[in-house]
């Protein structure tokens, strides 16, 4: 056991020695493959909701004023951002769904101890424990 998780080895040694049952410190890799289907619906949803946003903005100086023009400049280049942030989770997603058919969710990609089912809730694209991926 390292740092209160088993790694890849440690388990392995336990479900072969019988010492727990067969898949009880594995991933819910159904409740996983579904929090990464609802999270990418999610994405592709606000991803479309936000079209209209990061439109070009029109520059018609006799309809808007200078202030409401910086305005709207401001608000799409935020809607811009917060896309390149979704697409940033798309690819992630795609990658947690490749670990997850290799059948590598759920391990640290840098150690290779178990990522908690707690830390995967919060964010299921996750590849690395908290240890790993604070530093």
Known sequence: MHGGYLCRACLAFVLLHGLVQDGMMEP???TARRRLVEKKLDLEN???LSQEARAPVTL?????GRLSRMDAMQ????????????????????????RLSQGEYGWCTEC????????????????????CASG
């Open 46 to 48: 606000m991803s479309a």
């Open 60 to 64: 018609d100086q006799q309809s808007v």
């Open 112 to 131: 290779g101890e178990a990522i908690p089912d707690k830390r995967l809730a919060i964010d299921p694209m996750a590849e690395k424990c908290v240890r």
């Open 28 to 30: 819910d890799l159904e």
């Open 75 to 98: 608000q799409q280049a935020m809607a811009e951002a917060q896309e390149r942030a979704r697409k940033r989770d798309l690819v992630r997603i795609d990658m947690a769904e490749r």
